[in-house]
């Protein structure tokens, strides 16, 4: 018959609660004692419930969702949407913010390892594929939301980012910018160069090319954003442009600040396009033009193909590929001025 | 001696991988095989080495932190500050939203015991205060953040809701507002409670008088505040409150939403002050007066009191009242129409 605790303080001849502080490292209690109680646990074999269920392998109706920064409205949506059809489903939920950093990244990957996560959900992007590989090698199953790792076989939830920064460019050129530019994420985010490569190629196809100097990489930070809008739009009027694609809602904010600051109006003298269609965009001044993702039916749907892959491993693999959608505001419209 | 996975894998004549995907609960491996693998594990005592640390109550360097809602931007803020100085002093945050339930507080709460956290930061507001129990006789050291559980000895960080509360009426008032509404968070979030008191007992003060239907719980989304602020706004304008205080800045969005739709100008026709000062604050037009919560100190603040609480226990609980401050932008003015 399994020990209890009962049995571990009746055969140490200590209370419940003594049996307990060992268990927890916590509460006053001497080292004799305790390597005593400890011995005792040891002899009568005995493992407390949650620990019991570990070593038997069996599920804890747990998952893990990494992000890179929870303080992004974009991921604290997607986080609540995963949250939601997990609860949903019976499970519950651990977050994990990596602040975009691969020693994070790592860090929070073996911790969710070491609770017991049945299933893990990545919405973080990582220089270092390998990271991901104990886990896999540890069969616990994991699906990406949001970033793609290409070279592994996972289930995957994303938006059509090259076709969302194709949307971008043919609604700016509809209105008749010719010179553009972009802030663009970490060259390290998938998604982020995937909608660089769609905007550029719409901007190909109808003969308008960019300089160099025109593809800005920042830090996913508004600070950052508003820094390198700042540099783009401080050049003369002649060479300055008239539009900025921004890959992101926060770096988008940058821009907005950066015009503000500048005195320069939106969208009459530049117009600003974001992505991702989180709250703030609704709320900006001007409201703010973006490419929308379907945060809740992507949350809905990640936590669906994991919980299947949970219930039978399979070797096909999915890439879940959501249509984005452009929400026309207010914060893009016709230059003023043609360059 | 201690059994390793090796003495198991020779004692049961299996490979390691198939001890592995046994403790994993995965892989394909026939039930038979399974069982004499478990009997082996069982027969050598042995424990694997995370298992092994929660049974002898080793530290995990592991932090939990409970929020309501984390697309809330105000949470996400506090989880990122939470996370930054976690990181800082070497542990790992895991974050779980419990969707302001009850119930998935209760869950959370025993999934972070269970996941083994050393130590507890509740931002949670709670019915029931005796969920927290279980969790306090297992010596697991709880602090609390932005919430109070005024019955329990538990460290608090907060700032001064009252304090905020009368900011805002001060405010108000000195602007020539006399005809305002409340639009408050349900009744159990004590912040908020604070909030709408300082906010009537300064109104007093002043010899104003709110009448019982211009003080509105809302639960804590912007579809919420804008439902209860167009009710109030809808009103006749001899009769319609010139000021809304919300008490957080979600609920001022949706207040000023409310406005946008009836076509009322926001200061002139009604002024919004929100609180918390989130991203929300500094984007929504018109930017948004509200108060300011000391997030990044606080985040920081609460860390520090859990991790002194993981070293040496003690029984005096500090509560850290930091001081909020009034950020007046855009969208307060004076009543255009005096009532």
């Known amino acids: 018959m399994k020990a209890t605790i009962y049995d ?10 003594a049996v307990s502080q060992v268990m927890n490292g916590k509460g006053k209690i001497s080292e004799e004692r305790r390597a005593e109680i400890l011995k005792t646990m040891e002899r009568l074999n005995y493992q407390p419930s949650v620990i019991a269920s570990a ?7 747990t998952l893990g969702l990494v992000v890179p920064d929870i303080s992004n409205p974009f991921f604290a949506e997607i986080a609540r949407a995963v949250e939601d059809q ?36 990545i919405g973080t992007g990582m220089d270092n594929k390998d990271m991901l590989k104990p886990i896999m090698d540890r069969a616990i199953p994991v699906v990406m939301i949001a970033r793609e790792m290409q070279d ?10 090259f076709v969302g920064g194709r949307m971008s460019a043919s609604h700016l050129i509809a209105l008749g910018h010719k010179r553009m530019a972009i802030l663009a994420e970490h060259s390290k985010v998938t998604s982020s160069r995937e909608r660089v490569k769609g905007f550029l190629h719409t901007l ?14 920042c830090s996913y930070t508004v600070e950052n954003g508003k820094r390198e809008a700042l540099s783009l739009l401080e050049q003369p009027a002649a060479v300055r442009p008239t539009a900025l694609f921004c890959c992101n809602d926060m770096l988008a904010i940058g ?16 117009s600003v396009i974001g992505f991702d269609n989180t709250i703030l965009a609704s709320v900006t001044d001007p ?9 809740e039916p992507m949350g809905k ?15 096909d693999k999915q890439r879940v590929v959501m249509r984005p959608e452009l929400i026309v505001r207010q914060s893009t419209g016709a230059p003023a001025t043609q360059g």
Chains 1, 2 share one sequence.
């Open 152 to 161: 592994l076989a996972l289930h995957t939830v994303v938006v059509d980012d």
């Open 255 to 270: 821009a907005l600040q950066a015009a503000k600051q500048l005195k320069l109006r939106v969208p009459e003298d530049v």
């Open 55 to 61: 070593l038997t392998g069996k599920k804890t109706y």
């Open 86 to 121: 997990g609860h949903e489903m019976g499970y519950s939920l651990i977050i994990c913010s990596t602040d975009n950093k691969d020693e994070r990244v790592e860090r929070y990957l073996t911790l969710l390892q070491q609770k017991s996560v049945d299933g893990m959900i």
């Open 204 to 217: 190909g196809e109808a003969g308008i090319t960019l300089s160099d100097t025109s593809v800005r990489n």
């Open 8 to 17: 571990v303080a009746r055969e140490a001849g200590v209370s419940i609660a």
């Open 301 to 315: 749907q990640v936590v669906d193909l994991l919980l299947m892959e949970l219930k039978k491993r399979s070797q």
């Open 287 to 295: 409201p703010l033009t973006t490419i929308a993702q379907p945060i």
